[in-house]
């Protein structure tokens, strides 16, 4: 996702009653841009796939939205690791690295394993040399097989 496409979507987004704390950099990235045109609960609880997102963020690019490097790129970081659903049979490294919370190494890894049999379960992806079983717990109703 280029940078300007996830600026547009973020700026077309969103303002919102309250604070977000400082101790979630991400959140409060996501609350800047995107809060600029309506509250982030609009779809804080609606995970979508990375592909899907990229849509998103080109509608609001196209309708104005914008913000610093730093903060687009705070805001792709969270979306990945919050909102995003992967198909770990079937996404790509960036999308497997991002909502896994792994390095390019073990997304590698992944998908070599993949490809010599696709995963059916969390069991066989916590099998996965460098997968955090915890990352994995809680990020477990957006991993799709």
Not at 17 to 37: F, I, K, M, Y
Not at 101 to 124: K, M, T, W, Y
Request: aromatic share 6%.
């Amino acid at each position: 996702m280029t940078a300007g496409c996830l600026a547009g979507w973020i700026a077309a987004a969103t303002v919102v009653a309250g604070t977000v704390s400082a101790a979630d950099p991400d959140l409060e990235a996501v609350q800047t841009v995107c809060g600029r045109c309506h509250t982030i609960a609009v779809f804080l609880d609606k995970p979508l796939a990375w592909d899907r997102w990229n849509d998103v963020f080109a509608d609001m690019t196209q309708r104005g939205a914008s913000g610093t490097d730093e903060q687009l790129e705070r805001v792709t970081t969270y979306f990945l690791e919050h909102l995003t659903f992967v198909n770990v049979n079937t996404s790509t490294a960036e999308e497997i690295a991002g909502v896994l919370g792994v390095g390019d190494d073990v997304a590698g890894a992944i998908i070599a394993s993949r490809q010599r049999q696709p995963f059916a379960n969390l069991a066989e992806l916590r099998a996965v040399p460098g997968v955090d079983p915890a990352t994995l717990e809680s990020r477990k109703s957006r991993i799709l097989f």
